[in-house]
């Protein structure tokens, strides 16, 4: 099971880093992905972490400003965003995959329940 924790509000060109917690086994197993959804919008890759945590994958829209790290001691996946936008704002989700090679929701599970991210302009 997944947790998000570490959302709220910031003003525009300000930095957040949520949190992914993790429970259960096998943890090392996954790629962990973020997803983001602003409201009226469909679910959106933002990036995602490999199981070593040797590679990441991040949607254009934020390289350069968010980075994905990830703490396999502590069953841990964060989210470092920087010089955040208005357009940021949205509804903040981690998730497991087989690989990180993905960025389609359908191949992700275990949901969390999201992290509210407001970002005021």
């Known amino acids: 099971r997944l947790a998000e924790s570490g959302g709220g509000l910031v003003q525009a060109g300000g930095s957040l880093r949520l949190s992914c917690a993790a429970t259960?086994?096998?943890?090392?197993?996954?790629?962990i992905g973020w997803f983001r959804r602003a409201p009226g919008k469909e679910r959106e890759f933002v990036g995602v972490i490999a199981r070593s945590g040797d590679a990441t994958n991040l949607a254009d829209s934020v390289k350069g400003r968010f980075t994905i790290s990830r703490d396999n001691d502590k069953n841990m996946v964060y989210l470092q965003m920087n010089n955040l936008k208005s357009e940021d704002t949205a509804v903040y989700y981690c998730?497991?995959?087989?690989?990180?090679?993905?960025?389609?929701?359908?191949?992700?599970?275990?949901w969390g329940q999201g992290t509210q991210v407001t970002v005021s302009s």
């Open positions: 998730a497991k995959a087989a690989t990180y090679r993905t960025a389609q929701v359908r191949h992700y599970d275990s």
């Open positions: 259960g086994r096998f943890f090392t197993s996954y790629a």
